[in-house]
C-alpha cells in the first residue's frame, strides 16, 4: 500500500502540490488524471523521490521513502517515463538491464531474463535484443521502456504520461499491454495521464488533480455518474456525454409516470443503467417496459431519445 | 624553390624527422596531460555551475595570452627546454577541452539523467555508461581543436629550446631560408591534419576501447622511455647550445668533433638555433647546459659590467671579458678563435667605386645615401649612435630591418649602405665591400667556448679539446664555411667535420 500523508510541494514559482492525502491499495492499477501543470507528475515522482516534498511524508507499505537508502528505493521501483528516455549508446538489451546492473546481477542472467520480457511485450528478443534505440519506432522503444520499469520484477512501477506521445494506434496496443500485464503481475501501477479517456480505461482507481488540489478520488464509474464538482463534471464531459444512461433518457423528458398498478412485465433497473444495456434488453424482449425510480420507458421512448440527440447534433452543426 | 626544398630536405632529413619526432612527442604529452587535467575537472564541476563558469572564465583568460609571453613568464619558473613548452601548451588546450567537455557533460537530455537517476544506478555507472559516452563527441571534438592547436602553437617550443619543427621555421626566418621554413610549416600543418583525422576516426570507437587504447599509449610511451633509459651507455652526456643561424651551428659541431674524438665516454648533445644572447647565458648559468660559443664584444657589451671603455685591442678586450665573466658570473671563456665576427659598414662594389669609399669616415660626406641597419644596431650605443659620435655620420634616411633582409636589398639596390656581420657569408654572395674600420670604433668580436668555471675546472681534458682551434679559422674560413650552410644548405656537422680534417686538427675517418 502507498500512503500520501499532507505532502505539499513548493516552488519558488508557488505550491505544485497542497496537502495531498491518499491511499493506494497493493496491486492495484492507480491512475492520477489531470490537466498539464496540475500536479499529478509532481505527485508521482515524490514516490520515488525524483521530487522531495517541501512537507509530508510518503509511504510503502508503512516505510517512509525518505528513511532508506535512496539507490535501493529506486532499484526496486519500475519507472517508465513520458517519451521511452532510452540511453542511446545501449543496445536494448543494455538499456534494459540498467536497474538489474544496478542490483548486481551477472551478464549471464541478466539476458534470459530481458529476453523473456521482451517476448512479454510482443518483442523478438531474436531481432531486438541487439539493436539500439535509433533504429526502434516509438512504440517499440516505450514497450522496451516498460521491459526496463518491469526487469527486477518492481512490486511497484510509476508510469509518467508514457503513451503520450504515441498515435493513436500505438497507444491502444500499449493501453491492452498495460492491462495484460497487470493481470498477470503482482505489481501496483501508478499511472499518470491527462488523457480521460486512457484513465477511464485503464484504472482501478482514479485521481482527479488540479491546481495542486486533489478533486476526487474514486472508481471511474463513479466519478462519471457522480462528479463531485464542476471541475471534475467538466474535465470528464465528453465521457459523461458520450456515457448515456436512462438517467439521462428521463432528465430529457421521456417516459411517463408509473401508474397505481404496473404492468408485470415492467423491469426495474437502477438509473446508472445505459441506453446500451436497456437496447439490449429490448432485443431480447421487444415489449418490455423498464421502471426507472418513478418513471417507465418503453422502447419507442429510446428511438426518439436517440432520434432527439440526432436534432442536437444537427442543430450543433448548423 | 621546389627543388630547393627538395634538396633541404634530402640533405637534411635526418635532422628533420628528428625534429618531427620531437615535435609528435611534445605534442602527445601536452595532449595526454591535457586530458587528463580537463576531463576530470570538467566531471568534477558539471554540478557545481558557478566553478565551471569559473574555470571556462580563467581558461578563457589563458587563452588571450601571446602564447610568447607564457613561454617567458615559465623560463624563471621551470627554466628552458621541453618542459615549459608543455606547460605552456597543456595552460593553452585546456579551454577547448574543458569547453567541450562541460558542455557536452551540461548538455544531456534531462530525460536520460532523470532515468538512470530513477534506476538506481551508482554515480560511477551514471558517469561512465551514460554521461561521459553521450558526452563523447563532444569532448572528441574539443580534443581534435585542442590538439591541432598544440600541434600549432608547440612550433614556438623552438623559441625556448624545445626542439621540434619551430626550429626550422625559426631557422627559416632567422636566415632568410626558405627551404627550411617550408619544410617546417608545411610538416606542421601536415601534423596536425592527420592528429585530427585520426581522432575522427577514434570518434566511432567504443569508450572502452578507447580507454584501452590510452593506456596502453602510455604504457608503451613509458616502457620506451624506461628501455631507453635502462639500456642507454653509461657515457657522460654534455650539451652544447647554439644561438640562431648558420655560424653558431658550425662552431657547436666543431666542439662536438673535438671532444668527442678525444673523450671516448663523453656523448655530445647539441641544441642549434637555441635562442639569443640573454636566453643562452641565462640557461648556462642555470647548468641547463653545459657549453655555448660566445663572443668578446658581445661579453663586453652586454654581460659584465665593465667601467673602462671597451677595449679595441683583440688582447685585452679578451682580458677583460674573460676576467669579468670569472669574476661576476664565475665562468670560463676559453681561447678564441682567430676570426672576429663584428659589426661592419657595407655597400656595393659599385656604390664603393661611385663615392670612393674605403673607410667608415668616408661615408661622412655623403648624408644622402639610403641606410638600413638592424634593429639592434640602431639603437645600441656600439651601434649606429656611437658610429655617429665617432665619425660624424648623420644619414638623412635610416630604415631598421631584418638583419636577414638587409644584404639583399643592398643587391636589389634598395639601400645603399648598412650594417653587417663581417663574417656573413652574404658578403661573398653579393659581392659586397666591408669599409675600413679606421678609427677602431667596433670592438673586437672574438669566438670562443663560454662554460662555467666548475665545469671547466671537472672536466680538464674537454678544456684541453676545445683550446685545439683556439687561434684557428681565419675570417676567411669562416665567411666559406657560412656560405657552405647557410647559402648552399650543406649540413653543418658535414661542413665541420671537413674543416677539421682538411687542417689537419682531425684525422681523417
Keep these: 500500500m502507498i500512503e500520501f500523508k499532507g505532502v505539499t510541494k513548493e516552488y519558488q514559482s508557488g505550491a505544485a502540490l497542497a496537502a495531498i492525502n491518499l491511499r493506494v491499495a497493493s496491486r492495484e492499477l492507480f491512475v492520477l488524471v489531470g490537466p498539464s501543470g496540475s500536479g499529478k507528475t509532481t505527485l508521482l515522482k515524490t514516490v520515488n523521490r525524483l521530487v522531495v516534498p517541501t512537507s509530508g511524508q510518503v509511504l510503502i507499505d508503512g516505510v517512509d521513502v525518505a528513511a532508506g537508502n535512496l539507490q535501493e528505493l529506486r532499484q526496486h521501483i519500475g519507472y517508465v517515463l513520458q517519451s521511452s528516455a ?18 548486481g546481477w551477472s551478464k549471464a542472467k541478466i539476458r534470459p531474463r530481458i529476453e523473456q520480457l521482451l517476448q512479454m511485450v510482443d518483442l523478438d528478443p531474436a531481432i531486438y535484443a541487439n539493436r539500439k534505440p535509433a533504429e526502434l519506432s516509438g512504440v517499440e522503444a516505450q514497450r522496451v521502456g516498460i521491459v526496463r520499469a518491469l526487469a527486477a520484477d518492481p512490486k511497484l512501477m510509476l508510469m509518467d504520461e508514457p503513451f503520450s506521445a504515441l498515435d493513436p494506434v500505438s497507444k491502444r496496443q500499449l493501453q491492452q499491454l498495460i492491462l495484460k500485464l497487470h493481470r498477470e503481475l503482482a505489481t501496483t501501477i501508478i499511472f499518470v495521464t491527462h488523457d480521460m479517456h486512457e484513465a477511464m480505461l485503464l484504472a482501478d482507481h482514479v485521481a482527479v488533480i488540479h491546481d495542486g488540489h486533489l478533486q476526487q478520488v474514486g472508481r471511474p464509474q463513479e466519478i462519471i455518474g457522480a462528479p463531485a464538482n464542476e471541475f471534475v463534471a467538466n474535465f470528464f464531459k465528453d465521457i459523461i456525454e458520450d456515457h448515456q444512461t436512462l438517467r439521462q433518457v428521463v432528465k430529457a423528458g421521456f417516459g411517463q409516470a408509473t401508474g397505481p398498478s404496473p404492468s408485470p ?21 421487444p415489449l418490455v417496459q423498464v421502471k426507472v425510480n418513478q418513471t417507465t420507458l418503453a422502447a419507442t421512448d429510446l428511438v426518439s431519445y436517440l432520434a432527439s440527440l440526432e436534432k442536437e447534433v444537427a442543430t450543433n452543426v448548423q | 624553390m621546389f627543388n630547393e626544398t627538395i634538396h633541404y630536405a634530402q640533405t637534411n632529413g635526418h635532422e628533420i624527422l628528428v625534429a618531427l619526432g620531437q615535435h609528435i612527442e611534445v605534442a602527445l604529452i601536452a595532449t595526454i596531460i591535457t586530458i587528463l587535467i580537463a576531463i576530470p575537472l570538467a566531471v568534477v564541476l ?45 595552460l593553452y588546450a585546456i579551454m577547448p577541452i574543458f569547453q567541450n567537455t562541460y558542455a557536452g557533460l551540461t548538455n544531456i537530455d534531462p530525460l536520460l539523467i532523470e532515468a538512470a537517476d530513477a534506476m538506481g544506478v551508482s554515480k560511477r555507472y551514471k558517469l561512465l555508461r551514460v554521461q561521459i559516452p553521450l558526452a563523447m563527441p563532444m569532448i572528441l571534438s574539443g580534443i581534435r581543436i585542442g590538439v591541432v592547436m598544440i600541434i600549432g602553437t608547440a612550433t614556438l617550443a623552438a623559441l625556448i629550446g624545445g626542439g621540434g619543427l619551430g626550429t626550422y621555421i625559426l631557422l627559416g626566418i632567422q636566415t632568410n631560408n626558405n627551404p627550411a621554413l617550408l619544410i617546417g610549416a608545411i610538416l606542421a600543418a601536415a601534423l596536425a591534419l592527420v592528429a585530427s583525422w585520426l581522432i575522427k576516426l577514434l570518434s566511432h570507437t567504443s569508450l572502452k576501447r578507447l580507454l584501452i587504447g590510452l593506456v596502453a599509449l602510455v604504457a608503451v610511451g613509458g616502457g620506451v622511455y624506461g628501455v ?66 660566445e663572443f668578446t664584444g658581445t661579453v663586453l657589451q652586454s654581460l659584465v659590467k665593465t667601467d673602462s671603455a671597451i677595449s679595441h685591442d683583440p688582447q685585452s678586450a679578451y682580458q677583460d671579458a674573460k676576467n669579468g665573466l670569472a669574476q661576476q658570473f664565475k665562468m670560463s671563456l676559453l681561447r678564441p678563435m682567430a676570426y672576429q665576427n663584428g659589426y661592419g659598414m657595407t655597400v656595393t662594389r659599385q656604390t664603393a667605386a661611385k663615392y670612393q669609399l674605403k673607410t667608415i669616415s668616408d661615408l661622412a660626406k655623403y648624408p644622402q645615401l639610403r641606410a638600413g641597419f638592424d634593429p639592434d644596431f640602431f639603437q645600441q650605443s656600439d651601434g649606429y649612435p656611437g658610429l655617429q659620435k665617432t665619425y660624424g655620420l648623420n644619414f638623412k634616411n635610416v630604415k631598421t630591418l631584418e638583419p636577414a ?58 678544456v684541453t679539446s676545445l683550446n685545439r682551434i683556439a687561434g684557428k679559422i681565419s675570417t676567411k674560413d669562416m665567411q666559406a664555411m ?3 650552410v647557410t647559402v648552399a644548405h650543406q649540413k653543418a656537422a658535414v661542413v665541420a667535420k671537413r674543416y677539421l680534417q682538411a687542417h689537419g686538427i682531425l684525422k681523417q675517418d
Excluded: C
Design chain 1, 86 to 103: 532510452l540511453f542511446p549508446n545501449m543496445t536494448v538489451l543494455q538499456n534494459a538491464g540498467v536497474q538489474l546492473e544496478a542490483l
Design chain 1, 265 to 285: 412485465t415492467l423491469v426495474a433497473l437502477p438509473p446508472e443503467t445505459t441506453i446500451y444495456q436497456w437496447a439490449a434488453l429490448i432485443q431480447n424482449q
Design chain 2, 46 to 90: 558539471m554540478n557545481h555551475r558557478r566553478g565551471g563558469e569559473f574555470v571556462l572564465q580563467v581558461a578563457s583568460v589563458i587563452q588571450t595570452i601571446p602564447s610568447l609571453a607564457i613561454l617567458g613568464l615559465l623560463i624563471p619558473l621551470v627554466g628552458i627546454g621541453t618542459v615549459p613548452a608543455i606547460i605552456a601548451l597543456v
Design chain 2, 228 to 293: 631507453r633509459a635502462a639500456t642507454a651507455p653509461k657515457t657522460e652526456t654534455i650539451t652544447i647550445a647554439g644561438k640562431m643561424g648558420g655560424e653558431p651551428e658550425i662552431l657547436i659541431n666543431l666542439y662536438k668533433d673535438l671532444i668527442e674524438a678525444d673523450n671516448k665516454h663523453v656523448n655530445v648533445e647539441l641544441k642549434r638555433n637555441f635562442g639569443g644572447t640573454s636566453f643562452l647565458f641565462k640557461a648556462l648559468k642555470a647548468q641547463q647546459i653545459d657549453i655555448y660559443p
Design chain 2, 405 to 462: 633582409l638587409r644584404y639583399q636589398a643592398l643587391a636589389q639596390g634598395d639601400l645603399d649602405v648598412s650594417d653587417a656581420y663581417t663574417t656573413d657569408p652574404q658578403i661573398k654572395k653579393y659581392d659586397l665591400v666591408v669599409l675600413t674600420n679606421n678609427k677602431s670604433f667596433f670592438p673586437p668580436y672574438q669566438g670562443a667556448p663560454l662554460m662555467l668555471t666548475s665545469f671547466a675546472q671537472d672536466h680538464p681534458q674537454i
Design chain 2, 482 to 484: 657560412n656560405y657552405q
